[in-house]
C-alpha cells in the first residue's frame, strides 16, 4: 500500500550507531518530509567516534526530497535535557510530530498510524500522544477496535502535538504544590500506583534523575489527558543490552519481546474516547512492576525510609535474574 508521510519524524540518536542505522533504514523507508535529528555530545573523547558515526548516517544516507533539522551540541546536554529541550525545540518549527529514540524498531504501518490519528484528534484536548509500542497486547483480545484509549501510554514509538507539549515541565516546578493538592489520588486511584510516582516525583524535582518522560505522564495527567494506543505493538525495543542509558541491560526482558503486527487499515476507531481500565491496571502491574499487594507497598516503604537496603535488595534481585 502506498502512502505519503507528510508529518516531521523527529530522531534521537546518541552513541549507538548500529541501532541508528536500523531505525533510520525505517524512517528512510517511510521517506518523510521533514526530519528533525536531536543528537547529544559525548560524555567523554572516547565517546566522539561513536556520536560522529551516528551523525553520518544522518549526513550521508538521506536519499530521498526531505528537509533536516540537525540540532548536534558539541557537548554533552545529558538525556534529560537533550530530549527535553530538543522537543520543544522541534515544536518552535512545526506543530505536530512522530518521534522515535534509536533503540525504538517500528513497523511501518506506525508511521501511517501516527499520521492518521494526529489529524483525526488534532483539535481534540482529550488525546494528548498517540502510542505505538504496546505491551498490553499481549492481552488477548484487548481492544475490538484499532486502538485504545490509556491514562499512559508509553513514548517507545510516539507522536504529539505542540499545543500538548505546551504544559510540559521537564524540572514539575510545581510539584510540592502538586503533591499537596492530593490530584493524582484522584487520578491513579491505587495507593500503590500514587506511591509510586510521589517517589519518582519527588527525586525529578530534587533533580537527582538524568531523565525526562515520567514529567510528561505527570503533564498529561493534570490536564486530564489521553493517549491513544494500537492494540497491536508496532514498535520493538532494541535496546535492552549493555549499550543501555539507564542499565536496561537484560536482553531477555519481556518488555523487549513484544511481538510486533501491523495496524491494518482502514482503521477502526473507538465510539468514546475513555480510558481501556483493563489494558491500564496490567501496564502498572507488568510493564511498570506496580501493584497493590502488602510486598508492594513493604517494597517502596524501603525505598523511601530505607534506601540502601532497598538498594541491595534490588541489586540481588537483578543478580538473580541473570543467573
Not at 508521510?5 to 531505525?23: A, G, N, Y
Not at 558515526?53 to 537533550?82: E, H, M, S, T
Not at 518488555?255 to 473507538?270: D, I, N, Q, W
Request: charged share 25%; proline share 5%; glycine share 4%.
Amino acid at each position: 500500500m502506498f502512502f505519503k508521510i507528510t508529518t516531521p519524524v523527529v530522531l534521537i540518536p546518541f552513541i549507538r550507531p548500529e541501532k541508528t542505522q536500523r531505525v533510520f533504514d525505517e524512517i528512510r523507508r517511510a521517506r518523510p518530509e521533514k526530519l528533525f535529528v536531536l543528537s547529544d555530545g559525548p560524555r567523554n573523547a572516547s565517546e566522539w567516534p561513536k556520536v560522529k558515526a551516528v551523525r553520518a548516517i544522518i549526513d550521508n544516507q538521506v536519499d530521498w526530497p526531505c528537509q533536516v533539522f540537525k540540532r548536534y551540541p558539541d557537548r554533552n546536554l545529558g538525556c534529560k535535557d537533550n530530549i527535553a529541550s530538543g522537543i520543544t525545540w522541534v515544536f518552535e518549527h512545526v506543530e505536530e510530530a512522530i518521534i522515535l529514540e534509536d533503540d525504538c524498531l517500528p513497523d511501518q504501518s506506525f508511521f501511517l498510524f501516527c499520521q492518521e490519528l494526529l489529524e483525526k484528534y488534532r483539535n481534540e484536548p482529550r488525546i494528548m500522544q498517540i502510542s505505538g509500542y504496546n505491551f498490553a497486547s499481549r492481552i488477548e483480545a484487548i481492544s475490538d477496535k484499532s486502538y485504545f484509549f490509556s491514562n499512559i501510554g508509553m513514548i517507545w514509538g510516539w507522536a504529539t502535538w505542540k499545543r500538548a507539549w505546551q504544559y510540559y515541565d521537564v524540572n514539575i516546578s510545581n510539584w510540592p504544590e502538586i503533591k499537596r493538592s492530593g490530584i493524582l489520588k484522584n487520578i491513579l486511584g491505587a495507593d500503590a500506583i500514587v506511591d509510586h510516582y510521589y517517589h519518582l516525583f519527588d527525586n525529578y524535582y530534587a533533580q537527582k534523575i538524568d531523565s525526562w518522560d515520567s514529567q510528561w505522564f505527570l503533564a498529561r495527567w493534570l490536564q486530564g489527558g489521553l493517549s491513544a494506543v494500537s492494540k497491536n505493538n508496532l514498535v520493538q525495543n532494541i535496546g535492552f543490552d549493555k549499550e543501555a542509558t539507564h542499565n536496561s541491560i537484560d536482553p531477555g526482558d519481556a518488555r523487549a519481546h513484544v511481538l510486533v503486527k501491523s495496524v491494518e487499515f482502514p482503521l477502526v476507531h473507538p465510539n468514546q474516547i475513555v480510558a481501556n481500565d483493563k489494558a491500564d491496571a496490567y501496564m502498572f502491574k507488568h510493564y511498570l512492576s506496580i501493584n497493590r499487594f502488602f510486598d508492594q507497598k513493604l517494597l517502596w516503604f524501603m525505598k523511601k525510609r530505607v534506601p540502601a537496603l532497598h538498594a541491595f535488595l534490588k541489586r540481588l534481585k537483578e543478580q538473580y535474574k541473570r543467573h
